[in-house]
């Protein structure tokens, strides 16, 4: 736990360095891990007050863009493999991501299909039972 906190403050940090120092406002949109939520970046905000934490809902996982992404990386670039090194993986995520670029298409933010209710009947669906 305490090395995930060090990390993440050190990633921070290093993300503080990048932003010009013209940028006002930074807004980090974040979930609810407990290492994002720790003395440490509370005391990084109170260092750089131009940053603002926000976090998403508890129990809103489908607002969290990233975890689509991270399903869709994981099928392209290491499902059925067996990478041997870092440069194995290095190489196996930067092909995939080359080909998601060339293939890309926007994400439907939402709730998943399954969560959609039942279609009334119409033309085109028999009632049940017929």
Known sequence: MQQNRAHWVDFLDHVESWIPST???VYAIMDNLSSHRTTDVLLLVLVHPRWEMVFQPKYAAYLNLIEPWWKILRSLALAGRRLESWEQIADAIHCSTVYWNAHRHPFVWGKRRRHR?????????LPRGA
Do not use: H
């Open 23 to 25: 940028t006002e406002r």
């Open 117 to 125: 209710p039942r279609r009334s009947p119409g033309i085109a669906l």
